[in-house]
């Protein structure tokens, strides 16, 4: 069975080695094959594991990656229930990605095709080796994996310089948040000497109260940068310059669910930590309202999920700073279904619209792309929280818990909740109803995506529909909380204090709160019309002007630091040396070729002149 667990990520692994080395040689269709069953076995092998409970109470150790003097850090898999709920998110999600890019990333050159789903098959494989770690430092691996195909995927068309950017700057935010992720490793190796998770947590109580605090924190900056949260989010919604797929891979099934996974699964250092989980729900609900905010006013179909994936991760961390680690958990999977639909489902629409994303020029779609407007339905109705798509048993076991928690915190999650129902339903109303605004070329050109589009998108709202049932409360269906239940070996379950009748109450709040957005963008949208300019739109339409401060404090400061330093400490000091002594060298062999003239008279001369001052020198020693 180890074996078998191996070829989870290995699987994949081999894919992206054979699309990668014969992207040149292979068709589209042997590539397409290849991409996804790798991906496929990989679902199934993790099926089986879920089906029959291969678990293992140890981790698998199959070899020693580092051993030096008392370090001992194996090469090991941790198999337990929260991996193995990751290990179906990721393959399952992650394949049916794989099948919608056959046909979305069919028009791409052969070479391309294959460097494209090499790629894919190589982040996938990053993402279950970050899952499946036994320790934080394959755990590491694989997070630095992830972060290298995102830039790998992000800046795909790299002939595009803006593209390309997008691609650095991601690749730059992670890397901060990944030397803090980095410090914390090597904090418990000087603490502890191992850094295997059941060593860790088995020996929590030789770890003072600073270092768990120190320890706790640094991770922390490690998923705010994976995660995307205050203040290393930005990256993420200019990561929308990678083809349609990619982004609902990044958002649905792989890179910014590690951070919340990493936290999940150091719930032990966690509870030791209040004052680090105060901080982690004060940024999460800081950043789920900020990026929502945004999120009301971008016209890119993309950028509006972008944050919106934004804002959901927030409540995440909104939840694991509550103590709410099944609820995070929760919504992870649930996010994934309904993030990856309305992601995929964006992609159909900028298929069918032969590129064009400004949301401004389209309309009407819904008659030419019923599946895809229908599917994308469900995922604004999940996303909204409305009962009883998924989204709603997740959001509302998060806001219950800030509820519990933080009073302040859980009216910033249901305004946060309010402003996403409000948005997601804008983007649907102006993209699909009231009349086309695109060209006359491009309305000829719309029609609905081929079956291997359109059938993940069908699977993926029967996902969003009926995905959150494995979470109902208590409340409303006893024994109904199967996922809490699944994951209490591993994951502390809260235990809620308060009464049934609150709960109930709460959630009707929500609900119709939530409703009553819909209603409102219902009013405000059902006929397009331009949107009315104010300081405060301005103001979100330009994203908090959060790109330009950093812009202004930290870019142009490095950049003038690095010009000052270019000038007087490169070419002035560095540059000036090395020169110098060259043409010192240089200028000295040319004097000292005088010396070889040829000429026997010179050579007598220079040695009556050597003569003379030896002779002369000898005198003046000896007296």
């Known amino acids: 069975m180890n074996n078998l667990i191996a070829l989870i990520p290995l699987l ?11 992207r040149k040689a292979l068709s589209k269709g042997v590539v397409s094959i290849i991409g996804s069953g790798t991906v496929l076995a990989s679902f199934i092998i993790s099926v089986l594991i879920f089906v029959y409970h291969y678990y293992s109470a140890t981790p698998i150790r199959y070899f020693d990656f580092i051993h030096v003097g008392t370090l001992n850090i194996p090469f090991a898999f941790q198999v337990d229930q929260l991996s193995t709920l990751f290990l179906l998110i990721i393959t399952g999600v992650g394949f049916l990605i794989h099948v919608y890019s056959t046909s979305y990333m069919h028009e791409e050159k052969s070479e391309h095709f294959g460097r494209y789903f090499a790629f894919l098959n190589l982040f996938v494989f990053s993402m279950l080796l970050l899952v499946l770690g036994a320790n934080y430092i394959i755990m590491f691996i694989g997070w630095e994996g992830v972060g290298l195909c995102s830039y790998l995927l992000i800046g795909y068309w790299f002939k595009n310089i803006n593209y390309t950017k997008a691609a650095n700057k991601a690749f730059v935010m992670n890397r901060i948040g990944d030397l803090g992720f980095l410090l914390a490793v090597f904090w418990l190796i000087a603490r502890l000497g191992t850094v295997s998770y059941d060593e860790v947590f088995s020996n929590l109580g030789k770890l003072s109260h600073g270092d768990i605090l120190g320890i706790t924190l640094l991770l922390f900056v490690g998923a705010t940068g994976k995660s995307a949260q205050i203040p290393l ?39 030791l930590a209040p004052v680090t989980n105060n901080i982690i729900a004060i940024i999460g609900a800081a950043t789920a309202l900020l990026a929502a905010t945004i999120a009301l006013r971008q016209n890119d179909i993309k950028k509006v999920l972008a944050y919106s994936t934004v804002s959901q991760l927030g409540y995440m961390f909104l939840a694991l700073g509550s103590g709410a680690y099944v609820a995070a958990v929760f919504h992870v999977m649930t996010h994934a279904f309904f993030k990856a639909l309305l992601f995929l489902g964006s992609g159909s629409v900028i298929h069918a619209m032969s590129g064009q994303q400004d949301i401004r020029y389209m309309g009407g779609l819904s008659k030419k792309l019923k599946v895809t407007y229908i599917t994308f339905l469900i995922g604004c109705l999940a996303i909204s929280g409305i009962p009883p798509f998924s989204g709603f048993f997740s959001k509302d076991a998060i806001l219950l818990s800030a509820y519990e928690h933080n009073k302040i915190l859980y009216i910033i999650g249901v305004i946060t909740a309010a402003l996403t129902a409000f948005y997601m339903f804008r983007l649907l109303f102006i993209t699909f109803n009231g009349k086309f605004r695109g060209t006359e070329e491009e309305a000829h050109h719309v029609h609905e995506s ?9 699977i993926l709202a029967i996902l969003s529909v009926i995905g959150g049932f494995v979470g109902v409360p208590g409340v409303m269906m006893r024994g109904g909380e199967k996922l809490a239940d699944y994951l209490s070996p591993v994951v502390p379950v809260m235990e809620h204090q308060v009464a049934g009748s609150t709960e109930m109450i709460l959630m009707v709040i929500t609900t119709v709160i939530a409703i009553a957005a819909i209603a409102i963008a219902w009013m405000r949208y059902k006929t397009y019309k331009e949107e009315s300019v104010s300081p405060v739109s301005t103001f979100f339409s330009n994203k908090w002007y959060v790109d330009e401060l950093y812009d202004t404090i930290i870019v142009k400061p490095i950049q003038k630091l ?22 010192m060298v240089n200028y000295g062999s040319r004097q000292m070729r005088w010396l070889q003239s040829g000429q026997v008279g010179s050579y007598v001369l220079l040695m009556v002149v ?8 000898e005198f003046f020693l000896k007296r």
């Not at 081929?450 to 069908?458: G, Q």
């Open 562 to 583: 690095g010009a000052i330093a270019n000038t007087y400490f490169e070419r002035l000091g560095i540059d000036a040396l090395v020169n110098g002594v060259g043409k």
């Open 450 to 458: 081929p079956a291997a589009m359109t059938l993940p998108l069908i």
């Open 233 to 271: 989010y930005t990256w993420l919604p200019d990561a929308m310059a990678g083809p349609t797929p990619v982004s609902a891979l990044i958002h649905a099934a792989t890179m910014v669910t590690a951070g919340i996974y990493m936290i999940a699964r150091s719930n032990a250092l966690y509870a």
């Open 610 to 617: 050597s003569m003379v001052v030896f002779f002369v020198l």
């Open 12 to 22: 994949p692994f081999i894919g992206f080695l054979i699309n990668g080395l014969g």
